[in-house]
């Protein structure tokens, strides 16, 4: 299965940026980028996926290395919410997910 | 709503007797999943479905056993054979392929006393 390597935490301010890095070295042409978030004691919740172009919703904004390489993930601005263990995982169409460590997110207010 | 139920939420069992978790949902998704995790650590894959009456190892199957005979429902037997069974499930649905978005239930935990 292709990987993904996370910081282990990241810390930030309330109602700054934050910009989650992931990087995917071994991405194989089909797999797609997902990221989900877990709140302490709830089940994952979907953030944004993308497969080569950059991606914005409701919740976060994903930004895709040309090589696919590596991606970010971007909170436009944290809130204490927001703080929970991101996971970036790739996913190809035959396989299920499988979650890495994740990175956990701290917000400070 | 649509959504995945899973239940129960808190569960406590005498080491050696089986357990059953229940997932049900109903947004009517083919795959389905049982994943596992440990206090402080990613999740792991127990077993996945794509389809009724289909159904694959993950990385973790020893010691559980599922069933899938109808769309809707995907529960998962922690057998007396799973050596350290304490630990947090989540259930999990989606579309198939690679763009379905994972919807996951609230989570069952089990303590084996």
């Known amino acids: 299965d292709a990987k993904t390597t996370q910081p282990n935490s990241m810390e930030s301010n309330e109602e700054e940026p934050v910009h989650l890095p992931c990087n995917h070295s071994t991405i194989s042409g089909t797999d797609y980028i997902h990221w989900y978030r877990q709140l302490p004691s709830q089940g994952p919740e979907y953030v944004i996926h993308?497969?080569?172009s950059n991606v914005n919703n409701r919740m976060a904004s994903l930004a895709i290395a040309e090589d696919r390489k590596s991606s970010t993930l971007i909170l436009h601005r944290a809130t204490l919410r927001d703080a929970a263990v991101y996971y970036c995982?790739?996913?190809?169409?035959?396989?299920?997910?499988?979650f890495g460590k994740g990175t956990r997110l701290s917000v400070i207010a | 709503d649509g959504g995945i139920t899973q239940s129960p939420k808190y569960l406590f069992r005498k080491e050696g007797q089986n357990v059953t978790l229940s997932c049900e949902q109903n947004?009517?998704?083919?795959?389905m999943y049982w994943y596992r995790q440990d206090p402080g650590q990613g999740l792991r894959l127990i077993y996945y479905s794509q389809i009724v009456n289909d159904f694959q190892k993950g990385d973790i199957a020893e010691g559980y056993s599922v069933s899938r005979e109808k769309k809707e429902s995907f529960p998962l037997t922690v057998t007396s054979a799973q050596k350290n069974p304490t630990a947090f499930y989540l259930c999990?649905?989606?579309?198939?392929?690679?763009?379905?978005?994972?919807?996951f239930g609230e989570g069952s935990r089990l303590t084996v006393l």
């Open positions: 947004l009517n998704h083919d795959a």
């Open positions: 999990a649905s989606s579309i198939r392929g690679a763009t379905g978005e994972l919807f």
């Open positions: 993308g497969l080569t």
């Open positions: 995982i790739l996913r190809d169409p035959d396989t299920p997910l499988v």
